[in-house]
């Protein structure tokens, strides 16, 4: 196992004291450093939001890029280097708001990417608004009578498009989280793990208390592989939230459609041919 002090970044959080960011902070370098996987061989990609400053304070190779659009960059690095583990980290507004689309394609296709959403149900960054998982009749600072709209089930969303790991997790639960992040990195496909964050500062009603009170663990009788049982848990919410691996579905990764990408020599390493290259540029003459 490498000594978790190596994901240290050298600057302070930003977040405030209590964050849920902080433990899920905590558990990632755990789970790095379990998995032996030196900051050179792992690639985070981040969009914009308090859980996309991850990229600044865990010490690996990192983009910082726009809101809702972490997923596009981070499957460029897996088609260029499929050596690396490519990990996506963004709130729940990131994903589900302004980057939902992004997602459905990336579950279409099918890359190896580890996707975790910090999902503290509340536009964190730009100070308590609502994102599309805040509770139905949330009253914030400018939706001062309260959100009309039904919140957004990002757990039934990917089961329905048959995602490949689709998991959740709380940050409350530690060592569950530290498993199911294993298993998301070595899952072979994309894998999802909504994290239920509390943002202790804008979200006053999904606190800590509030998720422990509620959540509950899978147990083994539970089988992700059968699609009709993974729809009816992604139905539950409310009084009980299972957190653990609710759906799995082995299929064809991204890579495998393109015989160019699969094979051993990631095209990063790939010789290139400058007279082959420079008569392609010829053509889009
Ligand atoms: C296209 C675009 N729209 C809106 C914003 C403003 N903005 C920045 S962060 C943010 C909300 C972030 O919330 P979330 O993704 O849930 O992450 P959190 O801060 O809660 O971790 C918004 C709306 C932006 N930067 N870009
Ligand atoms: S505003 Fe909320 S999400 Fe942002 S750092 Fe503070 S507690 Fe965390």
Same mark, same amino acid.
């Given at each position: 196992m490498? !000594?978790?002090?190596?994901?240290? $970044?050298?600057?302070?959080t930003?977040?405030?004291?209590?964050c849920?960011?902080l433990?899920?902070?905590?558990?990632l370098?755990?789970?790095?450093a379990?998995?032996e996987?030196s900051p050179?061989?792992?690639?985070?990609f981040?969009g914009?939001?308090q859980?996309a400053?991850?990229?600044?304070?865990i010490?690996v190779?990192?983009? !910082?890029?726009?809101?809702?659009?972490?997923l /596009?960059?981070?499957?460029?690095?897996?088609i260029?280097n499929?050596?690396?583990k490519v990990?996506v980290?963004?709130?729940?507004?990131?994903?589900?708001?302004e980057?939902?689309?992004?997602?459905l394609h990336?579950?279409?296709r !099918?890359p190896?990417?580890a996707h @975790?959403?910090?999902n503290n149900?509340i536009?964190g960054?730009?100070?308590g608004q609502?994102? /599309?998982?805040?509770?139905e009749?949330t009253? #914030?600072?400018?939706?001062?009578?309260g959100?009309t709209a039904?919140?957004?089930?990002?757990?039934?969303?990917?089961? $329905?498009?048959e995602?490949?790991?689709v998991a959740?997790g @709380?940050?409350?639960?530690?060592e569950?989280l530290k498993?199911?992040?294993?298993?998301?990195?070595n899952?072979?496909?994309y $894998?999802?793990?909504?994290?239920l964050q509390?943002?202790v500062?804008?979200?006053?009603l999904?606190?800590y208390?509030w998720?422990?009170k509620?959540?509950?663990?899978?147990?083994?009788?539970?089988?992700p592989?059968d699609?009709?049982?993974?729809?009816q848990k992604a139905?539950?919410w409310?009084d009980n939230i299972? #957190?653990g691996?609710i759906y799995?579905?082995?299929?064809p990764i991204?890579r495998d459609?393109f015989p160019?990408l699969?094979d051993?020599?990631?095209?990063?390493?790939?010789?290139i041919n400058?007279?082959?290259l420079?008569e392609?540029?010829?053509? @889009?003459?």
């Amino acid at each position: 196992m490498l !000594n978790k002090e190596i994901y240290q $970044a050298d600057q302070d959080t930003a977040w405030c004291p209590g964050c849920g960011n902080l433990p899920l902070r905590n558990v990632l370098a755990d789970v790095l450093a379990e998995l032996e996987l030196s900051p050179t061989d792992v690639a985070m990609f981040t969009g914009i939001g308090q859980a996309a400053k991850m990229v600044h304070y865990i010490k690996v190779n990192g983009l !910082n890029g726009l809101h809702g659009r972490a997923l /596009p960059p981070a499957l460029g690095m897996r088609i260029a280097n499929h050596k690396l583990k490519v990990i996506v980290e963004s709130g729940d507004g990131d994903t589900y708001g302004e980057g939902g689309n992004h997602l459905l394609h990336n579950i279409r296709r !099918n890359p190896d990417i580890a996707h @975790f959403v910090h999902n503290n149900q509340i536009y964190g960054l730009t100070k308590g608004q609502a994102s /599309p998982t805040t509770e139905e009749g949330t009253t #914030t600072t400018v939706q001062p009578n309260g959100i009309t709209a039904k919140p957004f089930n990002p757990i039934k969303f990917a089961v $329905a498009m048959e995602a490949s790991f689709v998991a959740r997790g @709380f940050v409350g639960n530690q060592e569950q989280l530290k498993e199911l992040m294993k298993e998301a990195l070595n899952h072979r496909g994309y $894998a999802l793990i909504d994290i239920l964050q509390p943002c202790v500062s804008f979200n006053k009603l999904n606190t800590y208390q509030w998720y422990s009170k509620r959540v509950y663990q899978l147990d083994e009788q539970y089988d992700p592989t059968d699609y009709q049982a993974a729809l009816q848990k992604a139905e539950e919410w409310g009084d009980n939230i299972p #957190t653990g691996v609710i759906y799995r579905n082995e299929r064809p990764i991204f890579r495998d459609k393109f015989p160019q990408l699969d094979d051993n020599t990631p095209l990063v390493e790939k010789e290139i041919n400058p007279k082959e290259l420079s008569e392609l540029v010829d053509e @889009f003459k």
